[in-house]
């Protein structure tokens, strides 16, 4: 998801989609401890997919501050 998406939505559900993220974060982090078969590749997406979550949440709010 871009950033263009995040900004469109409601500060619920961008806390929402950030545990969501998390816990796929945690996931991956599991089947890697296992010995299951994860693609490297998807830890990259999913830390730089919470970073961006959360500056979108940074600029929200320091925006609401402004106002």
Do not use: H, N, W, Y
Not at 47 to 67: F, P
């Amino acid at each position: 998801m871009d950033a263009k998406q995040l900004r469109s939505k409601s500060a619920s559900e961008l806390r929402d989609e950030l545990l969501k993220l998390r816990r796929e974060q945690f996931a991956l982090r599991m089947q890697r401890a296992t010995g299951q078969g994860v693609k490297p590749d998807q830890f990259g997406k999913v830390r730089k997919s919470i970073a961006r979550l959360k500056t979108v949440m940074r600029e929200t709010a320091v925006a609401g501050g402004r106002k």
